[in-house]
């Protein structure tokens, strides 16, 4: 009888520790919905004195979220499979890139990462991927979802991945979001900093446009104050990020979402950034995530490669950790020719190319 009453106590304590949890993790959420940085402060740790000059670092990790696997049972099973301490590659993709993504998950097979997951937008993909032991998942019908996946282009399937993402997010999963049109040449795994709720990939070129630089906006009219300073950076792409889940990740892939369903013609990089980006302002509450740029020669874009790297010799010999296609239309014959002067060589493989578009 003891024993039995011991178990049942025992059970009991369980399921109350399971409720403080929980009203806890309401509570904080709570506090995070209010504008009131020090009330948030105070739910996310004691208070602190200001230290000697120059001692003084504030916190740029958010906390990440209690992870809800009731979200989907589903998702949450293939996860625990494939996710490597809790964080995985994830792309989308349909059969209109079937080409792209063959190049694409052999590259990311060569260099021995297990972590990664396609979300196949079709039964098409969905086979493919098995027969070449490629992890996959299939989501759940969605008629809001399943039209655009089976027929759109680039465009309208990048629109998607904000949405599908949230699930990985909720269910405490970081991801590394990536467009098909890329060649992995080293695991990005290792080269992640992890200290941002964002960590991306820039369509920047050099350290100025990659890092942000003072520009200066000349207006003789004015005068004596003719010359306005104006800090600049290019966009971060939305076809490779590095996401966390937090509370600030899973609000900005909803504001994102958001605009995107009731702005059919936007563009889902530009929507990215200005959410990322845009301060507080009269009628505007911004976004409070941060954020970090990856070194643009590892996580390398296709204007770099074939404007800058190509060309310089000790440039040249580096080895990027990816290199993605985005610059380019003609996407295809460059990965080729990528995969062969990387993976298998060939120093002309690059040489026939423009350095733009024809």
Known sequence: MLKSELVSVSEKNVELKKQVRELTEKLRLAEQGKDQAQKQFLVLGEQHKAGPFGTVKGLRTNPTVVPGNSVNPRLAKMLEKVAVRKELIVALANSNVKGMLELWFTSIKKVGIPNYLVVALDDEIENFCNSNVVPVYKRDPDEGIDSIARTGGNHAVSGLKFRILREFLQLGYSVLLSDVDIIYLQNPFDHLYRDSDVESMTDGHNNMTAYGYNDVFDEPAMGWARYAHTMRIWVYNS??????????????????????SRQPNAWDQAVFNEELFFPSHPGYDGLHASRRTMDFYLFMNSKVLFKTVRKDAKLSKLKPVIIH???????FPRMKAIVDYYVNGNQDALKSFPDGSE
Do not use: C, M, Q
């Not at 609000?251 to 979402?257: F, I, P, Q, S, T």
């Not at 296609?325 to 996407?331: E, R, S």
């Open 325 to 331: 296609v985005n610059y380019h239309p003609d996407k």
């Open 239 to 260: 076809g490779f990020f590095y996401i966390r889940p937090t509370i600030p990740s899973i609000e900005l892939l909803d504001r994102v979402a958001d605009r995107l």
